[in-house]
């Protein structure tokens, strides 16, 4: 049984129809990359799949790991092991950083029927976690994202993921913003993750970031519907020829 | 300069009905028979003043621009009594869950009377002295020295401050008052653990007032922190009218905390009066979580060089809850500082208010002054009416003042949400985290923790009473379209 399967998703905004009929399916294990320009849906098929309510999914169904997805409020998905890593990470001003994650890893522990962590617990896999993705340890009571640079937050988020240990874990325009290094960082912190029970998606509008993370899949994103879909090689066809020539000869998507 | 700035509010604002409460003229003629031989004479003309005073001006309008955003009809028309001694029992039972752990004592008074059954004086801290007021002032009169207090500093205090031209509800307490805590800090003392002073309505049926009376005279140097703490038991409403004149000496150190937690039938004023010499720091501390009309008002006079105050309040309403705070900041010399933090979270139809006056007198050069009033809303129909006002009569100060008023992000809940927080838990924690900058300037780590358990059990209730009204209307909507489909 495939981990996600998009089937057919149209989604709108304000009436607005940004996914025309996506059709998507990751197995476990893999890695998968959407690309396209700007306007194509690609964080619009992120926002959708975390259940933002924003969207209003006006056809379609998508299963994650046999459930529907789309009858999930954000935090169900979370906890059935869904994660997203924002394009903007929202500063929370008055929560540290250190307590709001353990609170997340506990809200989903319970869910599995684990035991749920204690301060004690979490700090050593936090500290060890941290240390994965080169975090200053003085972020650790800071408030959520408050005060950090742009990179700060990015690596945040994937310190997030590494530490809730999703199924499926979507990376919406992470690489965007980020120098080099952190770049290099981020990468390393999904790298360490992948694993054969894990899959993900990740979004961008660069090559540059599957540089470090080697996708199975690259998929091409234009006006709501995946136009194109190839192997890693297809993302540097992309960087040469600009999306233009992927909208040329577009098959729908197909990949099993 | 004078600068004067409204956020909202109708420019044609209703007048209240005025009235002459016979059941305050019938409390005050018992309470001057009953006092008659034991009041010392200078009290006797506190208390003619007062009555004077409030018997001349009746309750304010909402034409009074103090009192522009509160309408008192409710107030003015329902007959409240006043009740005798003794005539509500409550139990030690009842009481038990209002305690604060960790208190250094605790003064509890019933329907305004002063219930030694029920209070905890054991060891006193040294350097504390702490006495109801009204056996103090009976002790004074007989000459003897009520056990730990001595009295012969309350004719020099009690009524210096509060002024009774000033504002009725404190000539009204200036008259009624009959009894309250005196405390005392010595000279030098540092009372670490808070003083409780618990003020319980229990109408047991009947609407009752109490108008109590608080003295704090912090001497030089002295360390301490007081809990004013207003509870009720039973559903009646209560109207509880309380003034605290608190003195801090010259370098002295007191926290002041009010914790407003009674019924939502509840009215209560209270006035808190601080009077800092030179070097002084005070802290007042407002929790406002109950009551169905309250005014909240805090007024410092930095009458001494170098004085600083902090005045940092946290109110939390929701049906139809009114929670009104006027700050009234006076800067008398130079170099002292003041800095105002009052944040409001208002759910349902409730509706606060935040009046923040500084004026800074002539020779108070060097003035720090600072105020900020933030504030959530959380529904449609919560409403808030921020007012900051500067009379600046001196020309080297620093005076700043802002108001915010917002929602709840819908960006942070989803953010919250999207790693597994539900959704009651993730409004929870945004509100937690709003009301805790409040907290964060507590310095007194019982009082604070106190106070932080009280505001956590409020907003959980907000969250809660927010996830019933959503899934009650979701349920009318289904039923809706049902009709339809029929």
């Known amino acids: 049984m495939a981990l996600l399967e998009i089937q057919d998703l149209h989604a709108s905004v304000g009436g607005h129809e940004i996914l025309k009929g996506v059709n998507l399916t990751l197995n476990a294990g893999e890695v998968h990359s959407i690309m396209g320009p700007n306007g194509s849906g690609k964080s619009t098929l992120a926002q959708v799949l975390a259940r933002r309510e924003t969207y209003e999914v006006t056809r379609g169904r998508v299963l994650f790991d046999g459930k529907d997805l789309l009858d999930m409020q954000p935090e169900e998905a979370a906890r059935e092991g869904l994660f997203m890593a924002f394009q903007y990470p929202v500063e929370i001003p008055g929560i540290g950083n250190a307590y709001f994650l353990r609170s997340a890893l506990n809200a989903i522990r319970k869910h599995r029927g684990q035991d749920e962590l204690d301060a004690m617990d979490f700090l050593p896999l936090y500290k060890e976690r941290m240390k994965l993705l080169e975090m200053d340890d003085k972020l650790m009571n800071r408030a959520v994202n408050e005060g950090f640079s742009g990179g700060e937050k990015k690596r945040n988020e994937i310190l997030q993921m590494t530490v809730l240990e999703p199924k499926l874990a979507i990376l919406d325009e992470t690489d965007s913003g980020l120098d080099i290094d952190a770049l290099r960082i981020v990468a390393q912190g999904v790298n360490a993750m992948r694993s054969p029970e894990r899959a993900f998606l990740v979004i961008t509008h660069y090559q540059r970031l599957l540089d470090y993370i080697t996708p199975d899949f690259v998929h091409v994103l234009v006006d709501g519907k995946i136009v194109r879909s190839g192997g890693p090689e297809l993302a540097l066809e992309l960087e040469d020829k600009g999306y233009g020539s992927a909208e040329v000869d577009a098959p729908e998507a197909l990949h099993a | ?355 923040g006056r500084i004026i800074v007198h002539k020779d108070a050069q060097k003035t720090d002054a600072k105020q900020t009033n933030r504030n959530l809303l959380l529904s449609d129909d919560a409403r808030i009416d921020t007012k900051p006002q500067l009379e600046i009569h001196a020309d080297d100060v620093k005076c700043t003042h802002g108001a915010t008023i917002g929602q709840i992000e819908d960006e942070q809940l989803f953010y919250l949400r999207s790693r597994g927080i539900d959704e009651v838990s993730a409004r929870n924690t945004l509100l937690y985290a709003f009301a805790a900058e409040c907290l964060d300037r507590m310095q007194e780590p019982a009082a604070r923790e106190f106070a932080e358990g009280l505001i956590r059990e409020r907003l959980t209730e907000l969250a809660r009473n927010r996830q019933a009204a959503a899934s009650a209307a979701a349920a009318e909507e289904e039923a809706q379209n049902w009709e339809e489909v029929r």
């Open chain 2, 1 to 355: 300069m004078r600068t004067a700035a409204r956020e909202t509010g109708s420019e044609k604002a209703m007048a209240t009905v005025t009235r002459r409460p016979n059941k305050y003229l019938e409390a005050y003629g018992e309470l001057i028979a009953l006092r008659q031989e034991r009041d010392p004479v200078w009290l006797r003309q506190l208390r003619e003043d007062g009555w004077a005073r409030f018997h001349a001006k009746g309750f304010p309008t909402t034409h009074d621009e103090d009192w522009r955003f509160t309408n008192l009809a409710a107030l003015a028309k329902t007959p409240f009594q006043r009740v005798e001694k003794g005539s509500v029992a409550v139990s030690a039972q009842e009481i038990e869950k209002f305690r604060v752990p960790g208190a250094a004592c605790q003064l509890v008074f019933v329907n305004g009377h002063f219930a030694p059954e029920l209070s905890e004086l054991g060891n006193l801290p040294e350097g504390l002295e702490i006495c109801p007021l009204e056996r103090a002032i009976d002790c004074g009169m007989v000459g003897a020295a009520p056990e730990g207090c001595a009295p012969e500093g309350i004719e020099q205090h009690l009524g210096r401050y509060a002024d009774v031209r000033r504002d009725v509800f404190t000539a009204l307490n200036t008259a009624l008052w009959e009894d309250g805590a005196y405390l005392r800090i010595r000279r030098g003392a540092a009372i670490e653990q808070p003083v409780h002073l618990l003020y319980v309505s229990a109408g047991a049926g009947a609407e009752i007032m109490t108008h109590p009376r608080t003295l704090i005279v912090a001497e030089p140097t002295s360390h301490a922190a007081v809990i004013e703490d207003y509870v009720s038991i039973g559903a009646e409403a209560a109207f509880s009218n309380a003034v605290t004149e608190l003195v801090a000496g010259q370098d002295a150190v007191v926290s002041h905390f009010l914790v407003e937690r009674e019924n939502l039938a509840a009215f209560n004023v209270s006035t808190l009066r601080l009077e800092q010499a030179r070097g002084s720091n005070v802290a007042s501390h407002s929790i406002l979580l109950g009551g169905g009309l309250v005014r909240n008002n805090v007024h410092p006079v930095l009458s001494g060089e170098g004085a600083e105050c902090l005045i940092n309040g946290l109110f939390v309403g929701a049906g139809s809850q009114h929670l009104d705070n006027y700050m009234l900041v006076e800067h008398a010399q130079p170099q002292c500082s003041s800095r105002q933090f009052y944040n409001g979270i208002l759910d349902g139809h409730a509706h606060g208010v935040f009046h």
